[in-house]
């Protein structure tokens, strides 16, 4: 373990040119105003091949909205001693948009090295680069050590994650759910704390929601000829809020925050003028459900509240769930767990927290599939804001855990 922990050490250099490489190439979703993974993917398959991996196949969701007409998936595989084990790391390729610019110090699409010699800047550099690279380093370290692993190492480098994952892990999983053996383990870097300290087992269970409030639109001058849905879609909002947060009101100290959530966050655009009074009104929800809850339950309630202000408003409301992750949890006592958290005491030297997060990490499809995955990482947890950083020694950190598992699983 120390000769292959110095050698993690040696690779500051090799992560700091990965993540050079990765940030220079914006890969964001289509439905988010980018043109998907294919630039990204292909470099990292480039650096993949590099390495000594005994397989490298891509599994790529047709998207005619994304550059190459594909979402990219690529999965690399190293065989070890026992064959019918593997240890997967997954990770994402795909980021966010870079928000406003104004509120950047750096380029966000341009790698900037801090004075310490350690912090790095750019969009991506942290959600999800920093697992990338881990996992590379990780990979590389153990390949040119030449040690005989006691499993297979495997990495998903998947496309989609920060838009719902149709054409990422979903896809993988339904074209070849064999890959996910009854044996195998999961690791995703994708969610974490400064410490290192977390330990990811179980996800609230998510649903996005879009409310569209039909009304009836009219000069701003005779507001009884029409029905003004923003006023309506407002009460709606406050009903909804308040309304969910009294019925689901349990606690789990599992969790953090201990709490189910229900906020109000997305507005499309009504009507461009002041003087017409708006005839739609469209708002969004993100809701985090503790899994205790059962999915009809809130769905139902929802249904409730809705109704009651289509009757109280005179208004139509269509409501739809856009995405929605429903995951059941980890075994606290399953072998990866353990592992993670013997990990954790090992090289962060902190005490290992197990905890249930808001969700959003695709460690909840592994779960649905009833194979154990932990989720943690030592970073700044700063995702998706503007001046999103990294540090190349946690990167380090994160790869050395999962050296440190990889060596030791059974
Ligand atoms: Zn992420």
């Known amino acids: 373990m120390e000769k292959l922990f110095k050698d993690i050490d040696g690779l500051k250099n090799y992560v700091l040119e990965l993540q050079k490489n990765m940030t220079c190439r914006p890969a964001v979703s289509p439905e988010q105003g980018g043109t998907g993974e294919l630039a990204k993917s ?27 007409g594909i979402r990219p998936n690529i999965i690399a595989k190293y065989y070890g001693k026992d064959k019918e ?16 610019r104004a509120l950047w110090k750096t380029d966000p699409f ?9 912090t790095i800047y750019g969009r991506g550099v942290e959600d999800n680069q920093q697992a990338v690279s881990a996992a590379l380093a990780m990979c590389k370290a153990v390949m040119q050590s030449g040690v005989e692993i006691p499993v297979n190492l495997g990495v998903m480098l998947l496309s989609d ?32 704390d400064p410490e290192g300290r977390e330990v990811e087992i179980a996800e609230k269970n998510v649903f996005w929601i879009k409310f569209t409030v039909e009304g009836k639109q009219c000069h701003g001058s005779m507001p009884e000829s029409g029905n003004n849905a923003l006023y309506a879609g407002a009460h709606l909002l406050i009903r909804l809020k308040d309304g969910l947060y009294a019925k689901f009101d349990k606690r789990d100290s599992l969790f953090a925050p201990d709490n189910s959530t229900f906020e109000p966050t997305k507005k499309d655009n009504n009507v461009p ?41 005179k208004v139509k409301v269509n409501w739809e769930i856009l995405h929605s992750a429903v995951s059941k949890a980890t075994d606290p006592n399953a072998p990866i767990v353990k592992l993670y958290c013997e990990a954790v005491k090992q090289v962060h030297k902190v005490e290992p927290k197990v905890l249930g997060v808001g969700g959003g990490t695709f460690a909840a499809e592994v779960r649905n599939l009833d194979l154990a ?35 030791n699983l059974k």
């Open 85 to 100: 084990k593997t240890l997967w790391i997954l990770a994402h390729m795909d980021v966010v948009p870079e928000g406003d």
């Open 110 to 118: 341009e790698l900037t090295l801090d004075a310490d010699g350690d």
């Open 373 to 407: 995955a932990v989720v943690g990482s030592k970073f700044y947890s700063v995702p998706h804001v503007p001046n999103e950083k990294s540090s190349l020694t946690f990167t380090l950190a994160d790869a050395k855990v999962l050296a440190y598992i990889l060596m």
């Open 273 to 313: 003028n002041i003087n017409t009074i708006p005839g739609t009104d469209v708002f969004y929800m993100d809701c985090r459900v503790l899994p205790s809850y059962k999915a009809e339950d809130f769905k139902n309630t929802v249904a409730e509240i809705v109704k009651k202000a289509e009757q109280d408003f």
């Open 161 to 192: 994650e920060e838009t719902g994952n149709k054409y990422g892990i979903e896809y993988v999983i339904k074209q070849r759910p064999d890959l996910f053996g009854k044996n195998d383990s999961f690791v995703v870097q994708d969610s974490g």
């Open 42 to 68: 292909l470099y990292l398959e480039s650096e993949l091949k590099k390495l000594k991996f005994d397989e490298i196949f891509h599994i790529d969701a047709k998207d005619d909205k994304a550059q190459g």
